[in-house]
């Protein structure tokens, strides 16, 4: 939970537009589109940094996500896949 807390942390350097303390407390009030391109941000790279905290915590290397794959089957290929064979799921 630290590493995710911490590079959540991080993250908030790179968008410092989305960000109250140096845009003022009332940002996210004045200003709906920037609360919501924030929250699709943090809902967007959830799943990547959950899965690269995990994979750290259990000793094995990282998957980077793919881009053929959903948003749903790239969080499971991230966290639990070993070899890098994983099939296309077909509907």
Same mark, same amino acid.
């Given at each position: 939970? &630290?590493?995710?807390?911490? /590079? *959540?942390? @991080? ?9 109250? @303390?140096?845009?003022? #407390? %009332?940002?996210? /009030?004045? %200003?709906? &589109? /920037? ?10 790279? @959830? !799943? /990547?940094?959950?899965?690269? @905290?995990? #994979? ?5 290397? *990282?998957?980077?996500?793919?881009? %053929?794959? !959903?948003? !749903? ?9 070993? %070899?890098?064979? *994983?099939?296309?799921? !077909?509907?």
């Amino acid at each position: 939970m &630290s590493i995710f807390i911490a /590079t *959540f942390a @991080a993250m908030s350097a790179y968008a410092p537009e989305a960000n109250p @303390a140096l845009q003022g #407390r %009332d940002l996210y /009030t004045r %200003d709906a &589109s /920037t609360m919501n391109k924030q929250i699709i941000r943090i809902l967007g790279k @959830a !799943t /990547t940094v959950a899965a690269m @905290a995990y #994979r750290i915590r259990i000793g094995r290397p *990282f998957n980077y996500p793919r881009n %053929d794959l !959903t948003y !749903t089957e790239n969080m499971l290929y991230m966290m639990d896949v070993s %070899d890098h064979h *994983f099939p296309k799921l !077909t509907y």
